[in-house]
């Protein structure tokens, strides 16, 4: 069994002349939570779509379970990849099991049309992500939370051993946040999902990743367990950010506590009282 | 909006409903006129057309102008709502892609240029302007940075649709003795068409609705968004090039019919929508039903309200339709 299912061959990515990853080699460890940060604009989400395949590389190729992606047709891609894009608008009329339902699609053929083994997936797909209750709801008419949710039950129901989302928990709250990054935990946990994230916070990325990969300058500055990627150095180079790196108190995880204008005031402020 | 009909079954009892009023329209279209004529007589007219007696002369009329009127309605109908689906834009319609001017630029080209006046020969010179005008507007509405956008696309069609109608105006005013013929084009008319003139029309018609039913899954798909359909293993941009194909089929085979007839391919997806919501093998099915019964009876409508005379069915369908459009318009913008 290899033990990575997803990896890229000197991987080159732009938009017309612009460069945004170059030359890159990239390996994703099978069943684990990886999770992609890096500051804005280093092409963490472009990467993360060209292997989804919505963008296509410059050059280089990726490969999915030892077959380059290129060979495979775009349905059977579906079958063993999913992805949820950063940008979802909510369709107007649907409810959330017509949505969900969608998910079903590359299973299906012109001949191959719904079969009681689909709606058990549907079924399942909204009961482990809690939106069963919703089934007959407008998808409109739900919160960002619950939306959300709503996207990754259509993403279960293709039931693809791989799972990429683009800043799942943008505009939600951290409650909605952190329940949205323990569905993914436990869907890497129970249903052993490659999970494969792109986060904004680094702390939330800390707690819930086996494996972070820090971009900067085209290409990765860093991999690894979240101790050995979340460093003060790694916060100056790649965020040129001055950070703290503490233990979270919960789950004795990296935690970064940045420097800012204003704790710079405050940390001269109380040094002019000692001196005084 | 949630549609009105949610199960399978309300959805089948909808659409019996749908087909009952459609030959009830049917039959009004050949009964009402000015000259009353007892329906049997119709039978004789089909089965043993005798060209010296009157009845079946107005018969003969009648059901031409039925089958136009039909046809008509159920093209941009169904084009309607494959331009819909296509852009995501509520207000999308043959009309607003430029399809229906293109089309009317290239009829008056050929009445102008080629002296052609077969009806026949002008459908396919309608049918490539709508072809040529749609095309357009997709690569205006899609070549740029950020790629195909709804907007962008209804912004293309709004001045591509200016630019043939000025065009078409510039011609007829350089050459009046042309606009009686193309005046009625203009307005949009199911009077004096033959059904031999439909003929070449049935075809075309047919296999693009074919081809929509066919495409109405993975347009479900499309409607959640251009980037979850290709996760999903959609080819996007192969799928949207049908559509539009199926669209251009089947609005430049109604313009070659009966001209500009307007608000038919806006307002009829929105009344489909209204009962089957966005499932588009559904959507399509109801679209040709009410298509159909709307001109069938906006025809009806243009021959008796102002007797001996007669309304073109364009002007009323704009007369149903510009209320609606307004309707639909306020009613999108307070949702975005």
Known sequence: MMDEMLRTNSLTLGFKDRIVIDELDLDIPKGKVTILVGANGCGKSTL????????????????????????????????????????????????????????RYPHQTLL??????????VNEAMTSTGVFEMADRPVTSLSGGQRQRVWIAMTLAQRTETLLLDEPTTFLDVAHQIEILDLCHMLNEVEGKTIVIVLHDLNLAARYAHHMIALKNKTIYAQGSPEEVVTTEMMKQVFALDCEVIEDPITLTPMTIPYSKKAARRVKESLCIIEA | MRERLLTTRSKIIGLILLILLFILSLYMSIQVGQQQVAWYVMFDALMEYDPTNADHVVLYHRLSRAASAILIGLSLAVSGAMLQALTRNPLASPGVFGINAGALFFVVVAISFFSIQALTSLFWFAFAGALLAAVLVYVL??????????????????????????????????????????????????????????????????????????????????????????????RVLALKMLIILVAVMLAGGAVAVGGMIGFVGLIVPHIARFFVGHQHLWLILYCVFIGAILMLNADVVGRIAIQPREIPIGVVTALIGTPFFIYIARKGFKQS
Do not use: C, Y
């Open chain 2, 141 to 234: 509405g899609t070549v740029g940075d950020e790629g195909f956008s709804p907007v962008r696309v209804v912004l293309a069609g709004t001045a591509i649709n200016a630019l043939f109608v000025s065009f078409t105006q510039g011609l007829l005013v350089t050459n009046e003795a042309n606009l009686d013929r193309v005046l009625l084009w203009m307005a949009g008319t199911v009077a004096n068409r033959p059904i031999e003139v439909l003929l070449p029309v049935i075809p075309i018609v047919m296999v693009a609705l074919i081809i929509a039913a066919l495409i109405a899954k993975p347009m479900d798909l499309l409607h959640t968004g251009d980037e979850i359909a290709k996760g999903l293993g959609q």
């Open chain 1, 48 to 103: 993360l779509r060209s292997i989804a395949r919505l963008l296509k590389p410059k050059s280089g190729s990726i490969e999915l379970d030892g077959l380059d992606m290129d060979q495979l047709s775009t349905k059977e891609i579906a079958k063993r990849l999913a992805v949820l894009p950063q940008s979802t608008s909510s369709p107007e009329g649907l409810t959330v099991s017509q949505l969900v339902k969608q998910g």
């Open chain 1, 112 to 121: 191959k049309q719904w079969s009681v083994e689909d709606e058990e997936i």
